[in-house]
Structures are given as structure tokens and as C-alpha cells.
């Protein structure tokens, strides 16, 4: 079955320090990879996406996460946190052709020190 | 205007109820699903539907039901409310055609459910 694992659970760095958040997956073709972002009271948001191509995707709010398919990872990285991405990341699959079928990682929640 | 809008917000009831969770969206989008949100914020769906198809998890509790009066809508009904029910709903919506099963999903804000 596809799985999505996120290794750490809490993350918390200073405001302007890079950020890298972690993502693999398992799934045996190459699978659809999102990353969403889930702010306090509000609802999911995308962040960026991969399903082909250049494997640096360039997404939102100066996010871009790398898929690497010998890994299976899609890590999601910004050069400079601002307090404002204090928030919880998904990483989610889609694992058949018609799309249906979400798997989301269990999230990682980042705090951004002032 | 919201894309996609759940109601009520939060929801407190006592085990043993009957209760409904309604999803809209406005965006014109075949599919639209269901997931529950636990305690740990782990997201996991429950039911997929388009005006084709209901696919439903299969470890979902036959207790849960989705009602779609339109292609808009997708409304969760709950029987018999039990104590571990309790958690965020989240639904959502994607255009999802074949041609491009990449669509992204679109997710309304959560009703947060919690059962006495």
C-alpha cells in the first residue's frame, strides 16, 4: 500500500534561518507528490505540486521542494522563514491514475522562534 | 467567496446522535471528498465521490454515510455518534478528469466535531 512518512514531527527554527522539511514515500510507480500547508483555524493550502518534469519545483510563498526518485523523497525547503510559516506541512501522494487516492503524510509542525 | 465552505464550524453533541456535516463548493469541480483530521493531525480520507462513483475507504465505519443533493454538495451524515468520532472533518473538492488526474484538491476549513 502507498505511504507517506514525515520523519520529524516538530520543527522549530529562528525567524531567516533555512528550513528543510522531509517527505518520503512509498509507492512503486512514480507517484503525483504535493506539499500543503494547514495555517491554525484555516484549511489546507497547496503549496506546490509534482508529477513530471524538472524535479525542483518552485511553489508559493517562496517554498520549492525536490523530488528524488532514488531516495523516494520530496523534501520542501525555503532559504528564510518568516514567523508567518509557523504552521503544519503535509506531504501527500496521489497513488493511482485517476487521483483519487490522497494519502497524506502524518504533518510536521513548524514554530519559528522571533 | 469561499471555494469551498463546511458547516457548522464546530459541532458538540452526545453519543448515541444522529448528525450531518454539509460541504459546498463553488468551483464547479466533479469530485469531491471526505477526510477525518485526528487528534494528531493525521489526515486520512473517507469517501471519494463524483456524479459517477462513491469510493469509500473501506475501514470507514458504515455508521458514516456522504449525501450528494448536487454535484455542488457533499454532505456527511454520522448515525449513532460514538466517542472516538470525535475529531476535524475536512472536506474537499478537485476537478479530477482523467486527462489530468494532477488536479489539485481544494480543502474547506474543518468542522471540528466532538462527542460527549
Excluded at chain 1, 84 to 95: G, I, K, L, N, T
Excluded at chain 2, 4 to 12: E, H
Excluded at chain 2, 30 to 38: G, L, R, V
Excluded at chain 2, 91 to 109: I, K, L, N, R
Amino acid at each position: 500500500a502507498q505511504s507517506v512518512t514525515q520523519p520529524d514531527i516538530h520543527i522549530t527554527v529562528s525567524e531567516g534561518a533555512s528550513l528543510e522539511l522531509r517527505c518520503n514515500y512509498s509507492y512503486g510507480a512514480t507517484p503525483y507528490l504535493f506539499w500543503y500547508v494547514q495555517s491554525p483555524g484555516q484549511g489546507l493550502q497547496l503549496l506546490l505540486k509534482y508529477f513530471s518534469g524538472d524535479t525542483l519545483v518552485q511553489g508559493i510563498k517562496g517554498f520549492e521542494a525536490e523530488f528524488k526518485r532514488s531516495q523516494s523523497s520530496f523534501n520542501l525547503r525555503k532559504p528564510s522563514v518568516h514567523w508567518s510559516d509557523a504552521a503544519e506541512y503535509f506531504c501527500a501522494v496521489v497513488a493511482d491514475n485517476y487521483g483519487q487516492n490522497f494519502v497524506f503524510g502524518p504533518g510536521t509542525r513548524l514554530s519559528v522562534l522571533p | 467567496d469561499t471555494a469551498v465552505s463546511q458547516t457548522p464550524k464546530y459541532l458538540v453533541t452526545q453519543m448515541g446522535n444522529d448528525k450531518s456535516i454539509k460541504c459546498e463548493q463553488n468551483l464547479g469541480h466533479d469530485t469531491m471528498y471526505w477526510y477525518k483530521q485526528d487528534s494528531k493531525k493525521f489526515l486520512k480520507i473517507m469517501f471519494s465521490y463524483n456524479n459517477k462513483e462513491l469510493i469509500i475507504n473501506e475501514t470507514v465505519p458504515n455508521r458514516f454515510s456522504p449525501k450528494s443533493p448536487d454535484k455542488a454538495h457533499l454532505n456527511l451524515h454520522i448515525n449513532s455518534l460514538e466517542l472516538g468520532d470525535s475529531a476535524v472533518y475536512v472536506c474537499a473538492s478537485s476537478p479530477q478528469t482523467v486527462d489530468d488526474p494532477t488536479e489539485t484538491q481544494y480543502f474547506g476549513p474543518g468542522t471540528r466535531l466532538l462527542v460527549l
